[in-house]
């Protein structure tokens, strides 16, 4: 159980933590029927705002996290989706799942990598979607130059990130300050006994494990994000949730 005890903030757990404790927690639920239909519409929706209902049907795509996103995109009719996670836990489960009767058909590969160590290909997707991913990279502009790099002329990138100066995350990073990574196990239990009966495979826990516990959260307001992407050639092609962009 005391997967991270004694380990500091300095060395990149990411891995492990999303593994074990944050979504990790509760994979077969996120991944389960019922969780991958819902993402396929949140899909669809995300997939509108980027303006690419009518042609992400031959796009080569990138996708990052527990892989619900790229089984859903896959599901979706994307033509083929190359998933990354820095968590062997998520790579090693999607592997297996994608075993399965129903998904392995798909043109889905997925490898154990980490984006701010490891190079993509160049010029490779149509389009690379980075949902909730950036602002946990160890070194946010590496990461983003790699993702940004591996994506073809004229295509796009999706970032939906945690932004900065809003008060939900200066109070979380407050009491991040107070938490030390020995605290971890006690956190994980305990919140599952009040949220969940005792249950560790549960939302609240895996969120609590995720804000407190993730080795980085670095914040930026979108401009910061705009700004830099611009340097990196890139156009603003859409937006939502970005207002106001002060
Ligand atoms: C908050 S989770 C969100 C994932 C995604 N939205 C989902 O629902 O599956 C963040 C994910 O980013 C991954 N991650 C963070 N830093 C990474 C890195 N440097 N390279 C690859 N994956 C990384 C974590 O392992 C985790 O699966």
């Known amino acids: 159980m005391s997967l991270l005890k004694g380990r500091n903030r300095e060395k990149n757990i990411t891995g492990e933590l999303y593994g074990k404790y944050s979504f990790g927690n509760m994979y077969n639920q996120l991944l389960s029927e019922e969780g991958i239909k819902n993402i396929v519409s949140v899909i669809k929706n995300d997939f509108e705002i980027a303006g ?6 031959s796009f080569k ?7 619900r996103q790229a089984l859903a995109m896959s599901l ?20 297996k799942l ?5 998904y392995k058909n798909l043109n889905i590969s997925t490898k154990n990598f980490d984006l701010c160590k490891q190079a993509l290909p160049r010029n490779n997707y149509d389009f690379v979607y980075l949902s909730g991913i950036v ?9 983003l130059i790699n993702c940004a790099s591996s994506v073809k002329k004229h295509g796009l990138i999706w970032i939906y990130f945690y932004r900065s100066g809003t008060f939900k995350w200066f109070v979380n990073e407050m009491i991040r300050g107070l938490l030390s990574t020995e605290d971890i196990d ?19 826990t895996s969120q609590i494990m995720d804000d407190f516990f993730v080795p980085y959260i670095n914040l930026y307001n979108p401009q910061q994000y705009i700004k830099f992407m611009i340097k990196l050639g890139f156009e603003l092609h859409s937006s ?6 002060s």
Not at 52 to 57: A, L, Q, S
Not at 98 to 102: D, E, I
């Open 98 to 102: 994608l075993q399965k009767k129903k």
């Open 52 to 57: 690419i209902i009518d042609k992400y049907r």
């Open 240 to 245: 939502s949730h970005s207002d106001p962009l």
């Open 186 to 204: 006690r956190f994980f239990i305990s919140s599952s006994i009040n949220y969940a009966n005792g249950h560790l495979s549960n939302p609240h």
């Open 76 to 95: 979706f009719g994307v033509k083929a989706v190359e998933h990354y996670d820095i968590s062997k836990e998520h790579v090693n489960r999607f592997k």
């Open 135 to 143: 602002h946990h990279f160890s070194n946010t502009a590496k990461g």
């Open 61 to 67: 795509v990138m996708d990052v996290g527990t892989g």
